[in-house]
C-alpha cells in the first residue's frame, strides 16, 4: 500500500528536506515475561507476529506505538516523519468524532469546528480548477454535510500573528543593548524549523525565536477560549481540527504548552493536511466541483465572512513583508511603498534593506529550506548574521510547496506550485490591523493590547531539547584503524578533521601527497590539508580535497572535490549526513576501499 505521506518527508536524493534518524532512540519501557524459558516468534502471512511458546501455545506481540508527545520531547530525531506512527492525527479520527456524534446523547455530543488554511485552500483549488473563494465555500459545505459545525478561515488568526510578531520585533530592536533582547528575530511559525532549532541547536538558537503563536495554535486560543464562551460552552465539549499545508503541524498542535491541564483538552485536537482531506472527498465519493456552494462562518459579528481574505507578502504568511513595513514605520518614520527583494545564492534565500543616506537601517531576510538554514545557522554562530530579522521556512519555496499538499497528477511539480502561487494572489489582500472584528477582540477578548491575557493566548516559549543518554543514541567514532593501508585517506568527525592513513596521524602542515606515496596512478595528485584549517596547496590538477562546511559542528570540514576522471560515489555515515565520506569506485579498488569502517560518526 502507497504511503499516505508526502515525498517531502520520505528521504530521497531530490530535496534538502533534512530526514530522521534510521532507528528510534525514544526509550520505552519493556514488561518482561515471568519465567526463563525460552520461545519462538512466528510471523504470519498478514504480517503479524506470534510468540510461540515451550507450552505450544501463542500470543500475538503488540506493535510499539510512539506517540507525538513523545516524538515531539525525544531528541532522536530531528523532525517527523512516516516512520512515526501518527495515532492521534488523522483524518480517521476527525470521522470517528462525527460517527460518535451521530449515535451520542445530545449532551454529550462535541461540537466539531474546521479551520483551513489559505494555503490548503489555494492547493484544492488548483486540483479542482476552481477559484479560492468557490473553494473556501464548497469546502463549507461539505464539510458541514459529514457533520461539522462551523468552518473558519485561518487566515483571520494570521492577523494576530502578524500584529504580535510586529509588536515583539519593535519591542526586541529598541531594547537590543540589552542582554535579554536578542537579535536577529527568527520566525517560529514553521513547526518544522522549531523542532529543528530546539533538537540541533538547543539553547543557541531559542533567544533568537520569535514568541508569537503560529496562525494555527492562535486559532485554537480564538476556538478554544473566545468561541466557547460564545456558545456557553467549556473547552473540552469543543472539537476542534485544523486543515494544513504541512505534516509538522501535527507536532505543533501536540506541543504539552498548547495543552489545557483544567480541561485536559487542546487548543487543536487534529490536524488533517490538504492530502488527507482530498482522500476524504474520495472515500465519501464527493467531487468538490459539484457540491453547491455554503456561506462563510465567521468567529465574531465584527469579521465579515462574505469572501476569503489573505496578506500581501508570499504564501508563508507575510511575515517579512509586514514587520518590515510597521518597522519601518514604527522605528525611523519611513512609510515604504514596495519591498524590494534581493535573491542571493538562490530564489529560497532573499534579502530586504531599508536604507537612508547610504546607512542601512534595517536588514531582513527570507530563508526557506533546510540548505539555506544551515547557511543562516553558520553565519550566526561566527558572529556575522548582519540581519534583524528573518523569515524561516523549512520547505524550499515556503509552505505553499508544504509536504502536506496535493500533487500533481500530470503537472510538473514548479509548473503546480506556480498555479497554487497565481490562485493564493488571486485573494483580497488586507491589512491586519483593518481587518474586521480584530481590534474589537483585542478590546473585549484579550483586554487591550499588550494585556497579560493577550501574552498569554497569542504567546508561547521554546526550549532546548536535551540529548538522552541512551546507548542507542551515541554515535560511536571508532580510532584511527591500524594495520594495512587500504586508502589513502578516511575522514573520522573529530572537530572536523581529517586523518591520514599514510601516517596514521592528523594531517601535517600543507603539503602534498606524491604518487608513490598514496598510491594513486598519474596524474592524480592531491594537496594535504592543514590542520588549522589553511587553504589546500598543490598542483591543483583534477582531483583537489575542497573545504567545506560542516553543519553539525559550524567549523571547516574537508572533503574529495570530484574528480572527473575517476567514478567517486559518496557514501553519508548517517541519514543528517552533514558529514560524509567519498569512496572511490574503480574496479578493483572500491571493494578495498568499502573494507575500511563505513559508520563513521560523532
Not at 494544513?244 to 498542535?253: G, I, Q, R, T, V
Not at 514548479?414 to 497565481?422: D, I, R, T
Request: glycine share 8%; charged share 20%; net charge neutral.
Amino acid at each position: 500500500m502507497a504511503s499516505p505521506f508526502s515525498g517531502a518527508l520520505q528521504l530521497t536524493d531530490l530535496d534538502d528536506f533534512i530526514g530522521p534518524s534510521q532507528d528510534c532512540v525514544k526509550p520505552m519501557k519493556v514488561d518482561k515475561s515471568t519465567g526463563s524459558g525460552m520461545a519462538k516468534i512466528h510471523i504470519e502471512e498478514d504480517g503479524s507476529y506470534f510468540q510461540v511458546r515451550q507450552d505450544g501455545g501463542t500470543q500475538k506481540l503488540e506493535k510499539a506505538k510512539i506517540s507525538l508527545g513523545d516524538c515531539l520531547a525525544c531528541s532522536g530525531c530531528v523532525t517527523s516523519a512516516e516512520t512515526v506512527l501518527i495515532t492521534q492525527q488523522s483524518h480517521e479520527e476527525l470521522r470517528k468524532i462525527l460517527d460518535a456524534n451521530k449515535t451520542a446523547a445530545p449532551s454529550q455530543q462535541r461540537l466539531v469546528v474546521v479551520s483551513v488554511s489559505p494555503q490548503s485552500r489555494a492547493s484544492l483549488a488548483a486540483r479542482f480548477q476552481l477559484t479560492p473563494t468557490d473553494t473556501a465555500k464548497k469546502l463549507t459545505a461539505f464539510f458541514k454535510k459529514i457533520g461539522v459545525h462551523y468552518v473558519f478561515d485561518t487566515a483571520f488568526s494570521r492577523n494576530f500573528s502578524l500584529l504580535e510578531s510586529q509588536r515583539e520585533f519593535v519591542q526586541r530592536f529598541r531594547g537590543q543593548a540589552s542582554s535579554t533582547q536578542t537579535l536577529p528575530v527568527l520566525t517560529s511559525a514553521c513547526p518544522g524549523w522549531i523542532c529543528y532549532a530546539e533538537k540541533t541547536h538547543g539553547s543557541f538558537l531559542v533567544p533568537h525565536l520569535s514568541t508569537a503563536r503560529s496562525p494555527q495554535q492562535v486559532m485554537g486560543s480564538l476556538v478554544k477560549d473566545f468561541f466557547a464562551q460564545q456558545q456557553h460552552l467549556t473547552p473540552d465539549r469543543i472539537y476542534h481540527v485544523t486543515v494544513m499545508p504541512c505534516y509538522d503541524k501535527k507536532l505543533e498542535a501536540s506541543r504539552p504548552d498548547f495543552f489545557s491541564q483544567e480541561h485536559q483538552t487542546r487548543d487543536v485536537d487534529c490536524v488533517v493536511t490538504t492530502g488527507e482531506v482530498f482522500k476524504l472527498l474520495e472515500e465519501e465519493g464527493v467531487s468538490l466541483s459539484e457540491l453547491e456552494p455554503a456561506p462563510l462562518d465567521s468567529l465574531c459579528n465584527g469579521a465579515s465572512a462574505q469572501e476569503p481574505t489573505s496578506h500581501r507578502g508570499g504564501g508563508s504568511g507575510g511575515y517579512l513583508e509586514h514587520v518590515f513595513r510597521h518597522a519601518a514605520r514604527e522605528l525611523f518614520g519611513i512609510h515604504v511603498d514596495e519591498v524590494t527583494y534581493r535573491p542571493l545564492r538562490n530564489k529560497d534565500f532573499q534579502e530586504v534593506t531599508l536604507e537612508k543616506e547610504g546607512r542601512i537601517l534595517l536588514h531582513f531576510a527570507a530563508a526557506y529550506g533546510f540548505r539555506n538554514i544551515q547557511n543562516l545557522v553558520q553565519k550566526l554562530k561566527r558572529g556575522r548574521c548582519p540581519y534583524h530579522y528573518v523569515e524561516v521556512m523549512a520547505c524550499p519555496a515556503g509552505c505553499l510547496n508544504g509536504g502536506g499538499q496535493l500533487k500533481g497528477p500530470s503537472t510538473t511539480s514548479k509548473e503546480l506550485l506556480q498555479h497554487v502561487q497565481m490562485l493564493y494572489d488571486t485573494v483580497t489582500v488586507q491589512v491586519p490591523e483593518d481587518a474586521p472584528g480584530v481590534q474589537e477582540l483585542y478590546e473585549h477578548w484579550l483586554q487591550g493590547e499588550g494585556s497579560e491575557r493577550a501574552g498569554r493566548l497569542l504567546h508561547t516559549s521554546y526550549r532546548a531539547v536535551e540529548m538522552a543518554s541512551s546507548g542507542l543514541s551515541i554515535r560511536w567514532r571508532p580510532e584511527v584503524p591500524r594495520g594495512p593501508r587500504t586508502s589513502p585517506w578516511a575522514q573520522v568527525c573529530d572537530q572536523c578533521s581529517l586523518y591520514c592513513l599514510e601516517t596514521q596521524v592528523r594531517p601535517r602542515p600543507v603539503g602534498s601527497l606524491r604518487q608513490s606515496e598514496s598510491g594513486i596512478p598519474p596524474p592524480h595528485s592531491w594537496s594535504h590539508p592543514c590542520q588549522t584549517g589553511g587553504e589546500p596547496s598543490g598542483p591543483g590538477r583534477q582531483g583537489t580535497l575542497a573545504r567545506e562546511e560542516c553543519a553539525a559542528h559550524s567549523t571547516p570540514r574537508w572533503g574529495w572535490r570530484t574528480c572527473p576522471t575517476w567514478n567517486w560515489a559518496l557514501k553519508t555515515p548517517w541519514s543528517l549526513g552533514p558529514d560524509s565520506l567519498h569512496f572511490c569506485a574503480v574496479p578493483g579498488r572500491k571493494q578495498a576501499l568499502l573494507e575500511r569502517p563505513r559508520e563513521i560518526r560523532c
